[in-house]
Structures are given as structure tokens and as C-alpha cells.
T-cell receptor, first 116, second 112 residues
């Protein structure tokens, strides 16, 4: 396993611009999660995929946010019309299907977004 | 709604000390609880996972306990080292929903 990878690691953008982040999960992990973390806080759940199906979305995921996992492998998270409040670390995690009690989520290094 | 609280928010200890980090949660209907480590500006590394039916898990110098009925977990770190300096996060996997619910973390500083 090479681990969960995310690209880019850092992104600086101006308010109003669109940004897209990519996550490559550990191969054969069919579950994929996106979280957002702001300074001094724990990660907060955004959305969850089982293979290519997006099965759950948080209320944090406004209509400016969209996530896809078209072939059940990598995933993208797009933020349209960015706002300064979107500045955060965006974390991706994946897990194999080993049952709910044993599920361990493996996190990527994150993409740090700064909206000016 | 599940809420996870970690105490203390920050902790400074000299090298070699044993220490305990605390985590509490409000809803005992969980599948498991995980402890993570996060270095500054980095992602999360899973340390220990305790299933809801278990009482504790050990990995090297780390021991995590779980008392589901009282909504409490502790992470015990033995013989702390400067390399243990990081933020430690506790997270629960609810029986309702699919996400991990995290606390805000405890930032540990171990001085040599």
C-alpha cells in the first residue's frame, strides 16, 4: 500500500475562484471520505462514497461544493465561488470493507486551501 | 447529536513521564473509537482502534481504554519521548451515520 495521496498539497486562490482537489485512495479501498479541518478543530465530515456512489453528505457541504468518484477509484472535490471561510485543510480518507466494528480510516496528507 | 470532548487541550511534560489523555463522548451507541496522531500541517495517523465490545488495546508504549457505558476513553503513553510531540485526536464511529466524529484534540509537547 502506498497510502492515500492528495493533490495539490497547498492551494492559494482569490475569493470567487473555483478550485478542485484530487484524492487517490489506497487501492481496493471501496470507501472514501472527505473531511474539512480548520485551525484548532478536529476534522469535520463532508461526504462519503461507497465505490462510485455518493451515499452521504453533511450539511456543511453547501451547493458550492461538489464531489465525484466516477470510476470508484480516485475522487475530486470542487469548490465553486470560493469564500474566505472555505480556508481550511481538506482531508481525504479511505477504508476497506471489513465491517463497521473494525473499520479503520486511513487519511491522506491533506490539501491546505487559503482563500485571499 | 454525538459530541466528543478531549481534555486537556494542551499538555507539556518532560521526557520520560507517563501521561494520560482523556476523551469523552455523549452517545454510547458507537461501533468503535479510534485514536489518531497529527503532526503540524500533516494528515492523521491511526494509532489504535477499540471496538465497542473491547475494553482496551495496546500498541508498543500506547494503551487505550474504553468504557462505553460511561462514554469515556483514555490514551496512556508510557515513557514519553520528544518524538511523541503532536496533537492526539479521539474519534468515534457512530452506529448512526458513516462519519467519524472527532474531538478537538490534545496538543502534547514533550521536552528533552
Amino acid at each position: 500500500d502506498t497510502g492515500v495521496s492528495q493533490d495539490p498539497r497547498h492551494k492559494i486562490t482569490k475569493r470567487g475562484q473555483n478550485v478542485t482537489f484530487r484524492c487517490d485512495p489506497i487501492s481496493e479501498h471501496n470507501r472514501l471520505y472527505w473531511y474539512r479541518q480548520t485551525l484548532g478543530q478536529g476534522p469535520e465530515f463532508l461526504t462519503y462514497f461507497q465505490n462510485e456512489a455518493q451515499l452521504e453528505k453533511s450539511r456543511l457541504l453547501s451547493d458550492r461544493f461538489s464531489a465525484e468518484r466516477p470510476k470508484g477509484s480516485f475522487s475530486t472535490l470542487e469548490i465553486q465561488r470560493t469564500e474566505q471561510g472555505d480556508s481550511a485543510m481538506y482531508l481525504c480518507a479511505s477504508s476497506p470493507d471489513r465491517g463497521l466494528y473494525l473499520e479503520t480510516q486511513y487519511f491522506g496528507p491533506g490539501t491546505r486551501l487559503l482563500v485571499l | 447529536k454525538q459530541e466528543v470532548t478531549q481534555i486537556p487541550a494542551a499538555l507539556s511534560v518532560p521526557e520520560g513521564e507517563n501521561l494520560v489523555l482523556n476523551c469523552s463522548f455523549t452517545d454510547s451507541a458507537i461501533y468503535n473509537l479510534q485514536w489518531f496522531r497529527q503532526d503540524p500541517g500533516k494528515g492523521l495517523t491511526s494509532l489504535l482502534l477499540i471496538q465497542s465490545s473491547q475494553r482496551e488495546q495496546t500498541s508498543g508504549r500506547l494503551n487505550a481504554s474504553l468504557d462505553k457505558s460511561s462514554g469515556r476513553s483514555t490514551l496512556y503513553i508510557a515513557a514519553s519521548q520528544p518524538g511523541d510531540s503532536a496533537t492526539y485526536l479521539c474519534a468515534v464511529r457512530n452506529q448512526a451515520g458513516t462519519a467519524l466524529i472527532f474531538g478537538k484534540g490534545t496538543t502534547l509537547s514533550v521536552s528533552s
